[in-house]
């Protein structure tokens, strides 16, 4: 029956932005395989009903279904055990476990902070009074008050990135010198931005910069080459 891939889509159908989904694609990629990739939206909760919950990435292998990315990738590395290792080495997965939390608590609401407004404007006109009310109540006031100083924003994140900064000037990847799921967990969130921001995020004197350059260019650039919201614009 092969694999399917449920991933949220912008109002473009082809523009896939989604963190958790990214950290499934590039999973796959990694372990070689091909899935049918479909577009879902906030709204569509009845799409992937069968799944038992309501958010995407939802993955269908052979007829078996799995949801959340860590789950994802955890039954990925169990299924295809001949195909690269996503997490290499016996300890690893206690250490990938940490940073994947690490990414999803700090490091997205960090990135949310500045792109959150453009997040709303990629959005299918269905979604966006969705994505409105349910993210000012997270964050307790409008969208527009949430982004609004931006330079601090970014300078918070910047700081936030030091431990991975501390990392990558001595070796080329999270994992090591090549990548593996430490790496995706983390750049699942830079191609969140990516494809729906323009705001300059790193300088290119910063390690994570070359890191995520790295990222983008692998399995044959499989990340640079998804659509954005502003295609022909450039991001640091």
């Not at 959150?116 to 964050?139: Q, V």
């Not at 090549?178 to 969140?192: L, N, R, T």
């Amino acid at each position: 029956m092969g694999i399917v891939l449920y991933e949220l889509a912008g109002a473009d159908p082809s523009l896939r932005f989604s963190p958790h989904c990214w950290k499934v694609r590039m999973a796959l990629a990694h372990k070689g395989l091909e899935a049918e990739s479909l577009p879902w939206r906030f709204m569509e909760k009845q799409v992937i009903a069968f799944s038992g919950q309501g958010s995407v990435p939802v993955l269908i292998d052979d007829g078996e279904t799995i949801f959340d990315s860590w789950r994802i990738a955890r039954h990925l590395e169990a299924r295809y055990p001949n195909a690269p290792e996503l997490f290499a080495g016996a300890g690893a997965i206690p250490h990938v476990h940490f940073l994947n939390a690490w990414s999803d608590s700090a490091l997205l609401p960090a990135l949310a902070r500045i792109i959150l407004l453009e997040i709303h404007d990629c959005l299918d006109s269905s979604d966006r009074e969705y994505f409105r009310a349910s993210r000012e109540r997270r964050f307790g006031q409008s969208l527009e008050a949430v982004v609004a100083d931006r330079p601090s924003n970014v300078s918070a994140l910047r700081k936030l990135l030091w431990p991975l900064r501390e990392v990558l000037s001595e070796r080329n990847f999270l994992s090591g010198e090549s990548p593996a799921y430490a790496d995706y967990c983390v750049f699942g969130m830079f191609m969140w931005a990516r494809c729906c921001s323009v705001v300059p995020l790193l300088d290119e004197d910063d390690p994570v910069f070359w890191w995520r350059e790295r990222l983008l260019n692998a399995f044959d650039g499989l990340a640079r080459s998804a659509p954005r919201a502003v295609a022909e614009s450039m991001q640091k």
